[in-house]
């Protein structure tokens, strides 16, 4: 029973390079949410998707693209890196939406250098 | 701006006392709340939500208080247990939306 599950666990990017997180589960659940967390800071939505699709965003959205083309699976893009994109990004997913609690992977540490 | 507010970031207590963390919030729209609790390289796990139509909600060692005139909720965690040091992030809800806004977390240590 893997859950949510992200690769990679780390990264290092040079900026200007472009990388693609890996975000899949298991649990056949229609909602999937990527976040990002920041030193100190709380969790932030990037994008989400209420099925297969169908995305949008969230609270920060900029240098950043989805795509949700199976329920399993929804990987981020990120285009072109800048060091403002270091962070720890979370994917997450639930059955019905937010008043159901999420399960999240345990994260990809990334670092634009 | 923050809508959801965790001060005291950090907070230290004898394993078998009560652990008190709190929660402010600014949007008198949301209308569930949720606590995760986050251990070092790993994602936050859930761990217990409330109703706003409620004012407690309890799961075994770990109830939370809603107080809606104030816009204020905390989470007690008692007794508290060495495996209960994590970081907890408070989460709140607008009804019919998807997102949830986190604050900062709380760092608990439960001292042996």
């Known amino acids: 029973n893997a859950g949510v599950t992200q690769t990679p666990k780390f990264r290092i990017l040079k900026i200007g390079q472009s990388m693609t997180l890996q975000c899949a589960q298991d649990m056949n659940h229609n909602y999937m949410y990527w976040y990002r967390q920041d030193p100190g800071m709380g969790l932030k939505l990037i994008y989400y998707s209420v099925g297969a699709g169908i995305t949008d965003k969230g609270e920060v959205p900029n240098g950043y693209n989805v795509s949700r083309s199976t329920t399993e699976d929804f990987p981020l893009r990120l285009e072109l890196a800048a060091p403002s994109q270091t962070s720890v990004y979370f994917c997450a997913s639930s059955y019905q939406g937010s008043n159901e609690k999420l399960f999240f992977g345990s994260g990809t540490q990334l670092s634009v250098l | 701006d923050q809508q959801v507010k965790q001060n005291s970031p950090s907070l230290s207590v004898q394993e078998g006392r009560i652990s008190i963390l709190n929660c402010d919030y600014t949007?008198?729209?949301?209308?569930?709340f949720l606590w995760y609790k986050k251990y070092p390289a790993e994602g936050p796990t859930f761990l217990i939500s409330i109703s706003s139509i409620k004012d407690k909600n309890e799961d075994g060692r770990f109830t939370v208080f809603l107080n809606k005139s104030a816009k204020h909720l905390s989470l007690h965690i008692v007794p508290s247990q060495p495996g209960d040091s994590a970081v907890y992030f408070c989460a709140a809800r607008v009804y019919g939306n998807n997102r949830l806004a986190f604050g900062k977390g709380n760092q608990v240590v439960v001292i042996p």
């Open positions: 949007n008198s729209m949301f209308d569930y």
